[in-house]
């Protein structure tokens, strides 16, 4: 099969969520025989896999360079994975992209949630892709009145890369790092911004022997919370220098701190946020808010925990402590459910009917 996979402002470093799923969604579609091409507008191309960039398309995709391109590759099906999820612009590219591909089937991904202005809803209903896939039953919900077939999809986790470090391995990074051997450390990986609610993490210094570690993505960070962090005891870190799957390896719990908010615009993550997978590929216990669509994949149980209130320092600190001393809950066996290829199975044989 023929498809293409269009993904706006598509560029490396690939530390960010929709990034990741565009960029795995190509890579498993071209290790399962199909014929693949990948087009970024206002990106960068790629050697690595098929990712064409097409520089100064404007944002509605009404181009005739762009419209070439897709007609010379003659796709069978287009896969979406817009930047902004479900927005109304979104929709209009759905419209967009069938054109440009001759009428080939579109499957729109909706990692995140968004209301949409009344108008907004005409424009999803007018240019509703043939299917849509949400990554929570929350999200899923806001697109009932699209008149699409909506579907639910997980996300996926490379369980090669990520895995648990054999003990050795593990104190020799460790020692290398300058994190003493009787230290626990707390992990979160992801932005240093004050929508993902970090506060758990300067709490966590009234814990004895535990270090609350933050590796920060390439987006901007807000330097006046690293101050506010660094100050309160938080190591921050910046990926890529060990690489992040030993940065996981070293660590003894995962945090996912972000608040589930009642406003989707400001959703600071996608639904199933994919460090979370990451951690738990490595056999981390995981404290989570009831964030996006974890909920609907994962039970309150030893291994993983929920808080009730992500706003309470004092319910973090306990669940940390408890998760510590519980025994391992089999994480890594949960998270290997979850592959990028399954996703990409979801996303072509669903169009089919």
């Not at 230290?183 to 210094?205: D, F, I, T, Y």
């Not at 814990?207 to 590796?215: D, H, N, R, S, T």
Request: charged residues 20%; glycine residues 8%; positive net charge.
């Amino acid at each position: 099969m023929r498809v293409l996979v269009f993904c706006e402002r598509l560029a490396p470093p690939f530390d960010e969520g929709i990034k990741n799923v565009a960029v795995n969604l190509i890579r498993e579609l071209v290790a399962a025989g199909h014929s693949v091409q990948g087009i970024t507008v206002d990106g960068a191309g790629s050697s690595e896999f098929p990712l064409l960039n097409l520089d100064g398309v404007n944002r509605a995709l009404l181009s005739r360079r762009l419209s070439h391109s897709i007609r010379a590759f003659c796709p069978d099906r287009v896969c979406y994975v817009p930047t902004a999820s479900m927005t109304a612009a979104a929709f209009w590219r759905c419209r967009m992209l069938r054109l440009h591909s001759d009428g080939a089937p579109v499957t729109m991904f909706a990692p995140q949630p968004r209301n949409l202005a009344w108008w907004g809803n005409i424009i999803s209903t007018l240019c509703r892709p043939d299917l849509v896939l949400a990554f929570s039953s929350s999200t899923a919900a806001l697109l009932s009145h699209v008149g699409a077939r909506v579907a639910r999809a997980g996300v996926g986790v490379d369980a090669r890369r990520f895995s648990p470090l054999d003990r050795q391995r593990r104190e020799r990074l460790r020692a290398e790092l300058g994190i003493p051997a009787d230290c626990r450390v707390a992990l979160h990986v992801g932005h240093l911004h004050r929508n993902r609610n970090l506060e758990p993490l300067k709490a966590l210094r009234e814990l004895e022997g535990i270090q609350a570690l933050l590796v920060a993505s390439s987006v901007k960070s807000d330097s006046e919370l690293a101050n506010e962090l660094l100050k309160s005891g938080v190591r921050i870190m910046r990926g890529g220098a060990p690489p992040i799957e030993l940065i996981y390896g070293l660590s003894d719990l995962y945090l996912f701190t972000c608040p589930a908010t009642s406003v989707p615009e400001r959703s600071p993550a996608i639904d199933l946020p994919l460090s979370v997978f990451e951690a738990m590929a490595c056999d981390l216990p995981v404290v989570t808010s009831r964030f996006g669509g974890l909920p609907d994949l994962f039970a309150d149980a030893p291994g993983f925990r929920y808080v009730r209130n992500p706003l309470d320092n004092e319910e973090w600190k306990e669940k940390v402590s408890g998760a510590l001393r519980e025994p391992p809950g089999a994480n890594r066996q949960k998270a290997l459910s979850y592959t990028w290829g399954a996703l990409a199975t979801r996303a072509l044989g669903a169009c089919n009917g």
